[in-house]
């Protein structure tokens, strides 16, 4: 590149770009014609779904995290693109024509797809020519805009209809935490409650900004008062603390509630462990080494919210009464002759895997979420102590059902580690590295190995010098 000019390495730039589109254009037609091969059910009991919209082929369910392994993504990564795909080809022809060319971003046509996904194909062609006119000169930004405005006009009674249905859909949700311990509250709520809300966050930001000087902006105030909500019964003694009384109308207004007197009364008589449960209970899984607790900047890792300084943690638990259970050795594993798996088993089995061991799952799911396996299926007349942290394995609903009923099959390689198998062939281990594919030499040493028994493989492990059989280390 040192010796292009100018001109040659704009051309060259140019050129790249063309290079990557059509690179994606190539992985999506791979991805369509995986579903073509994969468009027929093998038996009565083989699901078949419609990932893309409607007049789009339906795909075997189970085919679908086959694709995802050779990929190396998420499940959900990989159905998307499949019904992005189909529904370009299927549904949005123009639109794709101008994709397959390299003229347009192949995430600008996967968007109008999902957008138009719900409109009806007898219509969706509306949205095909306006965005296939579009897509290759215009901003992403306005296209998009004019496939909004299609889906609208190509189905106004649907469109009025979803309007509707979200309406009454209402909620509130917890962001993802960011790298500096900050997480959005999105809430849905209506506008009345809305503006109850938004008026006491003010009010208390206005007795935060009295108390702690001028040196908090006026939305620092707002997000340290909306931390107050959670806090009934603080919440309560501030605002009586800076309360003043109308002495021109010592009666209470028209609008207070008839229950008022008596709750007052109800509180006052409350002790003060008693104001504390009003606050509501909480679990909260913090993983923290002995060597972070004495560092100024140690890390320490909350479940299903990410890494926090350790200073931090006073902002999660603070101003509550804590509990803490003691740490479990994960060197203790408990047997039981039973199917279901103890709480303490299933303490024991999370801490081990770290999170869902499906290949190339996100490790940041919560333990609610997932359903504890036996890796070595339960035997009702089988041994004793068949169910325990030997052989269980966190694995999410859907997960679990493609390997009961999917042909994809696993087998324990250690405390933490799992050797999966899919319908095809292809093997990946997941451990605490995450999710690596095997090639065939690999494969057999792992499939070679009594079950339970620690391979470790020197191609993949970057610290060991040669392939040994060894119980895992614990820590």
């Not at 590149?1 to 790249?16: H, N, P």
């Not at 994969?38 to 409607?54: E, I, K, L, Q, S």
């Not at 499949?82 to 995430?107: F, K, N, S």
């Not at 609008?255 to 409350?270: C, D, K, Q, V, Y």
Request: net charge negative; aromatic share 6%; hydrophobic share 40%.
């Amino acid at each position: 590149m040192d010796e292009l000019s100018s001109v040659a390495l704009l051309a060259a730039a140019s050129e790249a770009v063309r290079v990557r589109r059509l690179a994606e254009v190539a992985e999506m037609e791979l991805a369509s014609q995986w579903a073509v091969l994969h468009g027929h059910p093998t038996d009565d009991r083989d699901p078949m779904v419609r990932c893309g919209g409607d007049g789009t082929p339906k795909v075997r369910e189970y085919a679908l995290p086959e694709l995802a392994i050779a990929r190396g993504t998420h499940v959900a990564t990989t159905r998307a693109l499949v019904a992005d795909t189909l529904d370009l080809q299927h549904r949005l022809p123009r639109t794709w024509a101008v994709v397959a060319a390299g003229e347009c971003e192949p995430w600008v046509a996967r968007k109008a797809a999902v957008l138009s996904r719900e409109v009806p194909e007898q219509t969706v062609g509306l949205v095909d020519a306006a965005v296939s006119r579009a897509i290759a000169g215009h901003a992403p930004s306005t296209v998009l805009e004019i496939a909004r405005a299609k889906v609208i006009e190509a189905d106004p009674e649907a469109y009025a209809l979803r309007r509707e249905t979200e309406r009454h859909r209402r909620y509130v949700a917890l962001g993802k935490i960011d790298e500096l311990g900050f997480r959005h509250v999105i809430a849905r709520v209506s506008a009345g409650d809305a503006a109850w809300v938004d008026a006491m966050v003010d009010r208390v930001a206005d007795i935060l900004g009295a108390e702690l000087g001028h040196d908090h902006n006026r939305d620092e105030l707002r997000a340290e008062a909306f931390g107050w909500l959670a806090r009934p019964a603080d919440l309560l003694k501030l605002l009586l603390d800076h309360h003043q009384p109308d002495h021109q109308d010592p009666e209470p207004p028209a609008w207070a509630p008839s229950h008022l007197l008596r709750t007052a009364e109800r509180l006052a008589a409350m002790s003060t462990r008693q104001l504390a449960s009003l606050r509501g209970r909480g679990q909260v899984f913090v993983h923290v080494t002995t060597s972070a607790l004495s560092l100024q900047a140690g890390l320490a890792r909350v479940e299903g919210m990410g890494p926090a300084l350790v200073q931090a943690l006073r902002e999660i638990v603070g101003h509550a009464d804590v509990r803490l259970t003691p740490v479990l050795d994960t060197r203790i594993r408990p047997r039981v002759d039973q199917y279901e798996h103890p709480e303490s088993s299933k303490d024991i089995a999370w801490l081990l895997s770290g999170g869902d061991v499906f290949p190339f799952s996100p490790r940041s799911s919560t333990r609610d979420r997932v359903d504890f396996d036996h890796v070595v299926a339960y035997r009702h007349h089988g041994p004793a102590g068949q169910t325990g942290p030997h052989n269980s394995s966190p694995l999410r609903r859907t997960h679990h059902r493609w390997k009961t009923h999917g042909g994809y099959r696993y087998r324990g390689c250690g405390p933490g580690r799992v050797l999966w198998q899919t319908p095809y062939g292809a093997c990946v281990l997941v451990d605490d590295r995450g999710s690596r594919r095997l090639d065939q030499d690999e494969a057999a040493i792992m499939l070679s190995a009594p079950p339970g028994v620690d391979v470790y493989l020197s191609r993949l492990a970057l610290d060991y010098e040669q392939a040994v059989t060894a119980p895992v280390a614990t820590s």
